[in-house]
């Protein structure tokens, strides 16, 4: 009966379909804020590294993040020196509602090996590599690069720290559903993850996990901590690697496989689950939670539906409804792309969408 109450009642105010509807989730969204307020907890922290034209893609996805968080987030912004003044000026006027933070840090990598790190693959994107170093005192980290979008809250990965057992240290998502199609089982020259390699454009870290452990290694019979692998490691094999810090970490994880959590790949959706016929069936039957527009597709034409939810969310100002400045807007244009592989699955881009809204308003 709940169920059946709920149709009319969502499709009324949002003219939804009904299949994506229901008074359970109601009560399962307000189950949920109740418990975060009653189990009050750390806030979430969640680092991105933006170099050379990222500052408008880096914003994007942190708007993202802040419009269905419930859990205060601490943003750790590490930026080149000349981007610092316009991230506080635009932080500076985003409506917080004391739920966020920021701090902003310089690119910096070892002294010794600076200029070797800093050209590794794109332009400060090994960065990474050194968070668990630099944020000394950062318990738990979510890492994701500059091109993501939440499309559910940040609590909801977060929440994947939980899971880890007792030697898991970090989490991310496979590289490839689909074999066939995958580039690390055609052409690495290198040791990787699994069966096709793991993607680190979103990384879960145990920070305290990963700064203790000793990493089994192909170098030295001795196990080896986190600073003192990844030098070694590179020198190793950087005429073998293609994608930087990522195959690097495909490396470690390959000696050390019982490290690392495994997410599915509606966590870090990226254009290879569409663009060959769709190959992310959690996606399909869930709806991407992370949408991942790597290789540029936000700002050219080769991707119309990853770019459609990109300038969605840019051009969402706070405040305003979600489902009328928002979710319908963006149907109609996703609608528009179903000449497209990815357009013609393009209701997995907002199924989830369309219960993070619900659920929040649900809080509200």
């Known amino acids: 009966r709940c169920k059946n109450l709920s149709v009319s009642f969502w499709n009324s105010y949002w003219m939804l379909p009904s299949d994506v509807c229901g008074m359970n989730c109601f009560w399962e969204a307000a189950f949920r804020y109740d418990y975060m307020k009653t189990h009050p907890s750390e806030k979430m922290h969640l680092a991105v590294v933006a170099c050379g034209e990222r500052l408008e893609e880096t914003v994007t996805m942190?708007?993202?993040?802040?419009?269905?968080?419930?859990?205060?987030?601490?943003?750790?912004?590490?930026?080149?020196d000349q981007l610092h003044e316009s991230f506080k000026d635009?932080?500076?006027?985003?409506?917080?509602?004391?739920?966020?933070?920021?701090?902003?840090?310089?690119?910096?990598?070892?002294?010794?090996?600076?200029?070797?790190?800093?050209?590794?693959?794109?332009?400060?994107?090994?960065q990474r590599l050194f968070l668990p170093l630099i944020l000394k005192d950062v318990d738990s980290l979510l890492y994701v690069d500059t091109d993501i979008l939440f499309l559910r809250p940040v609590d909801d990965i977060w929440s994947f720290l939980g899971k880890f057992n007792s030697t898991q240290i970090a989490a991310m998502a496979p590289e490839h559903e689909e074999p066939r199609i995958g580039w690390y089982n055609r052409f690495a020259r290198h040791p990787y993850?699994?069966?096709?390699?793991?993607?680190?454009?979103?990384?879960?870290?145990?920070?305290?996990?990963?700064?203790?452990?000793y990493f089994m290694n192909d170098m030295t019979p001795v196990r080896l901590q986190w600073g003192e692998i990844l030098m070694p490691l590179l020198k190793k094999y950087k005429l073998n690697i293609t994608w930087g810090d990522q195959d690097l970490l495909n490396i470690m994880f390959f000696h050390n496989p019982e490290s690392l959590y495994v997410f599915p790949c509606q966590w870090n959706y990226r254009p290879d689950h569409c663009i060959y016929?769709?190959?992310?069936?959690?996606?399909?039957?869930?709806?991407?939670?992370i949408l991942h527009g790597n290789r540029g597709v936000y700002h050219d034409d080769k991707q119309p539906t990853f770019r459609a939810v990109y300038?969605?969310?840019?051009?969402?100002?706070?405040?305003?409804?979600?489902?009328?400045?928002?979710?319908?807007?963006?149907?109609?244009?996703?609608?528009?792309?179903?000449?497209?592989?990815c357009g013609r699955v393009y209701k997995v881009f907002i199924k989830q969408l369309t219960k993070s809204i619900r659920d929040l308003y649900a809080r509200r």
């Open 62 to 80: 942190l708007r993202s993040a802040i419009i269905f968080s419930i859990k205060p987030l601490h943003f750790h912004i590490f930026a080149e």
């Open 90 to 126: 635009i932080f500076d006027e985003f409506p917080y509602e004391g739920r966020v933070n920021y701090t902003l840090y310089p690119i910096t990598f070892p002294s010794e090996s600076a200029a070797e790190w800093k050209k590794l693959f794109k332009p400060c994107a090994s």
């Open 193 to 213: 993850y699994g069966v096709t390699g793991i993607n680190s454009g979103v990384m879960l870290m145990n920070m305290t996990r990963i700064r203790r452990k």
């Open 277 to 289: 016929g769709s190959n992310c069936k959690a996606a399909e039957e869930e709806g991407i939670f």
């Open 311 to 341: 300038e969605g969310i840019k051009n969402y100002s706070f405040g305003e409804d979600l489902v009328h400045s928002l979710l319908q807007p963006l149907e109609r244009e996703l609608q528009k792309t179903t000449h497209t592989y």
